[in-house]
């Protein structure tokens, strides 16, 4: 028996042949589709909340966080929803997918809850951020904001599984 026979063989980086292979990836498409949905839902939300005023912030909107829905949630729901559509909830990549799912998800809610700490101990800074709609966005998610996040991301991780 040679010795080069029991040898393991060395794993080999995956072959990225062009950009065209990242693009058609199927979990990035869904998280960035729902990204996307989010966003342009937040700029919907902003009409109809501040009216034709909020014109001025459509940009900002676009590419900010902060605000209903959640974008955070909505695109990391949708990765790891896809994830668990390809892989199956007993593979290994979804368990982490999901684990990061929580942290970040968490991280996101408990944000909100420490500007309301703050804003009950300082009550100018609760007045300078409620006369301020930007500032108000930039303090984390309420619940609804996240779980709205979470319906898009699921609906963008089925979405582009089924239809790709």
Same mark, same amino acid.
């Given at each position: 028996?040679?010795?080069? $026979?029991?040898?393991?063989?060395?794993?080999?980086?995956?072959?990225?042949?062009?950009?065209?292979?990242? *693009?058609?990836?199927? !979990?990035i =498409?869904? *998280?960035?589709?729902?990204?996307?949905?989010?966003?342009?839902?937040?700029?919907?939300?902003?009409? =109809?909340?501040?009216? +034709?005023?909020?014109?001025?912030?459509?940009?900002?909107?676009? +590419?900010? $966080?902060?605000?209903?829905? @959640? &974008?955070? &949630?909505?695109?990391?729901?949708?990765?790891v929803?896809?994830?668990? !559509?390809?892989?199956?909830?007993?593979? @290994? /990549?979804?368990?982490?997918?999901?684990?990061?799912?929580?942290? /970040?998800?968490?991280?996101?809610?408990?944000?909100?809850?420490?500007? @309301?700490?703050?804003?009950?101990?300082?009550?100018?800074?609760?007045?300078?951020?409620q006369?301020?709609?930007v500032?108000?966005?930039?303090?984390?998610?309420?619940?609804?904001?996240?779980?709205?996040?979470?319906?898009?991301?699921?609906?963008?991780g089925?979405?582009?599984?089924?239809?790709?």
């Amino acid at each position: 028996m040679s010795g080069s $026979a029991n040898m393991t063989s060395i794993p080999t980086m995956p072959n990225i042949t062009s950009f065209k292979d990242i *693009a058609m990836n199927t !979990l990035i =498409i869904a *998280a960035v589709t729902a990204w996307i949905v989010a966003q342009t839902t937040k700029v919907l939300c902003g009409f =109809i909340r501040y009216g +034709l005023q909020d014109r001025s912030r459509v940009m900002w909107r676009i +590419l900010w $966080a902060g605000g209903m829905p @959640s &974008s955070h &949630s909505a695109f990391i729901t949708a990765a790891v929803f896809t994830i668990f !559509l390809t892989y199956g909830a007993e593979s @290994s /990549i979804f368990g982490f997918a999901l684990i990061m799912s929580c942290i /970040i998800i968490y991280d996101i809610c408990k944000m909100h809850t420490i500007y @309301s700490t703050f804003q009950n101990k300082y009550p100018a800074l609760k007045e300078e951020v409620q006369n301020n709609p930007v500032l108000k966005d930039l303090v984390g998610h309420r619940l609804p904001e996240v779980l709205a996040g979470i319906m898009i991301g699921l609906g963008s991780g089925l979405a582009t599984f089924v239809y790709l």
